[in-house]
């Protein structure tokens, strides 16, 4: 009798990107001087073939293992810690070495950086794990960092400025020791597209651009990054019935000694398809936050960050 043969199919094999994908050499070849690519085509090839091998270990292990929230430890204190698994953290890593972000702000390659910082990320973004996400925080972040430095006058107070500057620097380092990745917190119970109006998270005075805020964040993606930009309307002290427009605060998520700044994870989200990235449901309970805009000019001011995250969107 003859040996029934069980059915299989080949394994798929990733390949290096950069050279597995014609479509990408041929833009590449159409968009960028010669003499530039041949430069860059080293620094592409290393991206293409980490992404084919390193950064997929990574991936597969963040897929297979999703975060968990810890909210209280055994003597029912509330500690709020998400889990994130080996691969996460070395995605993280490896971001920063490989200057995922950092790249943009270098500016070796003139008017072509950006060109050249996506397609890397054109080649990373599959085999992220879902890093990608906070990464274009990140990267909206130094980039609306960047602009308020730039277009800044003596409105600014010198303190937040020197806090911006300092999460410049950590946001586009390439040392992972010293890397921070950024949230963008702007959705809110009532949902819509019109984040003006749907903002109810309110700022309460402390001193100078100190504010507290009080409030809930619905979809707060990343929610294990270092610092975050959100939304809130700053309560007028003579009027606290007075609706004012949202403002734009810098946040970081927690203080010198570890703790959450006055925010409570209420749950993670349950999502299908993006279950390695940890997206929480956050209160906010007198979290320390600092002014960055005019009074009341937060959706417009924030607008520099969303462009940057809708590039990373359609790159990938």
């Known amino acids: 009798m003859q040996e029934r043969k069980l059915y299989g199919q080949p394994v798929p094999e990733l390949k290096n990107q950069f050279i597995d994908d014609t479509g990408l050499l041929d833009y590449l070849a159409a968009m960028v001087p010669k003499e530039m690519l041949e430069k860059v085509v080293p620094d592409l090839y290393d991206i293409g073939e980490k992404a084919a091998k390193e950064y997929l270990d990574y991936a597969i292990d963040c897929e297979r293992n999703p975060p968990k929230l810890e909210q209280f430890d055994a003597w029912g204190n509330r500690i709020d810690i998400i889990h994130t698994t080996w691969g996460w953290k070395k995605e993280k890593e490896?971001?920063?070495?490989?200057?995922?972000?950092?790249?943009?702000?270098?500016?070796?390659?003139?008017?072509?950086?950006?060109?050249l910082q996506f397609t890397r990320l054109y080649m990373y973004g599959p085999s992220s794990g879902l890093f990608s996400c906070p990464l274009a925080m990140t990267d909206g972040a130094a980039f609306l960092i960047k602009n308020t430095l730039k277009k800044a006058d003596a409105s600014l107070d010198q303190k937040v400025k020197a806090k911006l500057e300092e999460a410049f620097q950590n946001l586009t380092s390439r040392d992972p020791s010293r890397f921070w990745t950024s949230g963008q917190w702007m959705t809110e119970r009532k949902g819509g597209s019109d984040v003006s109006r749907s903002t109810e998270t309110v700022a309460v005075h402390v001193s100078g651009p100190v504010y507290k805020l009080y409030g809930d964040k619905w979809f707060t993606s990343a929610t294990d990054s270092d610092m975050t930009f959100t939304l809130a309307r700053i309560i007028d002290p003579k009027d606290e019935k007075k609706v004012n427009p949202p403002s734009l605060f810098f946040v970081k998520l927690r203080e010198k000694d570890g703790k959450l700044n006055g925010i409570s994870i209420l749950k993670l989200k349950d999502?299908?398809?993006?279950?390695?990235?940890?997206?929480a449901e956050l209160q906010l309970n007198g979290t320390v936050a600092y002014l960055v805009s005019a009074p009341g000019k937060g959706v417009r001011s924030i607008t520099d960050m969303l462009t940057v995250t809708r590039i990373y969107n359609s790159t990938m």
Do not use: H, N, S, W
């Open 271 to 279: 999502k299908m398809g993006t279950r390695q990235l940890p997206t």
């Open 94 to 115: 490896v971001a920063a070495r490989d200057g995922i972000v950092a790249f943009g702000y270098e500016g070796q390659y003139g008017k072509y950086t950006r060109l």
